[in-house]
């Protein structure tokens, strides 16, 4: 995707997209980046027109309403496109995850989505499964982020695997070409070493 110079008109272009689009909008990487180099610079803007001239003056009011709308249209945008997020963890808790749900996602939004849907997956599991198999719901007592995320990778697999017992005794899969899942990083190595998974790197 080509750079987008930010602008409180590109800002207010994206947040319409968003708006308007079911689906997750894709967003150039370094979106935060940018948009902080734009806030800092009109910040610097605002501080310096508050210090030469009247607080009365139209473009030091002009410059401060800029800034109070930015800071609107990028609360509007990150709560837009969190829940579309937390709704594709969702749907992906209960299918197959593919590289298409998170194709359009920054790298702090992939770390949002993969901690969902570790979450969802679990939960879904230890009470719903054990439901449908006549056995007590069952979950355990620990924080909802129940497993350290650093001992997780987010995996795209480059080949269909099918169903396996992790060391863990955990029964994984089946999965197919281009679904990704959060797997233990044993097995997310292992899977990656026989190529049949690829790390996606949310930076």
């Known amino acids: 995707m080509s750079k987008v110079v930010i602008t409180y008109d590109t800002l207010y272009?994206?947040?319409?997209?968003e708006k308007f689009k079911k689906e997750l909008q894709k967003l150039d990487d370094n979106f935060f980046d940018n948009t902080l180099n734009y806030l800092?610079?009109?910040?610097?803007?605002y501080e310096s027109q508050k210090e030469k001239d009247s607080i009365f003056s139209s473009e030091f009011k002009k410059t401060e309403k800029t800034l109070e709308?930015?800071?609107?249209?990028?609360?509007?945008?990150?709560?837009?496109?969190?829940?579309?997020?937390i709704m594709l963890a969702l749907f992906s808790s209960r299918t197959a995850p593919t590289e298409d749900d998170i194709i359009a996602m920054l790298p702090e939004e992939k770390r949002l989505y993969s901690t969902l849907l570790d979450d969802l997956t679990k939960f879904r599991k230890d009470i719903l499964q054990n439901l449908l198999e006549n056995k007590q719901p069952k979950v355990?007592?620990?924080?909802?982020?129940?497993e350290n995320q650093d001992s997780k990778s987010l995996i795209r697999f480059l080949h269909a695997v099918p169903?396996?017992?992790?060391?863990?005794?955990?029964?994984?899969?089946?999965?197919d070409a281009h679904d990704v899942a959060n797997l233990p990083k044993?097995?997310?190595?292992?899977?990656?070493?026989?190529?049949?998974?690829?790390?996606?790197e949310a930076r």
Request: no cysteine.
């Open 140 to 146: 355990e007592g620990k924080s909802i982020k129940s």
């Open 69 to 85: 709308n930015t800071k609107k249209i990028l609360k509007e945008l990150y709560e837009k496109r969190e829940s579309k997020i």
């Open 163 to 175: 169903k396996f017992v992790g060391e863990d005794l955990t029964i994984y899969g089946p999965f």
């Open 186 to 200: 044993g097995i997310a190595n292992v899977l990656i070493t026989k190529e049949r998974a690829e790390k996606i």
């Open 40 to 45: 800092n610079d009109k910040s610097k803007i």
């Open 13 to 17: 272009e994206i947040l319409r997209r």
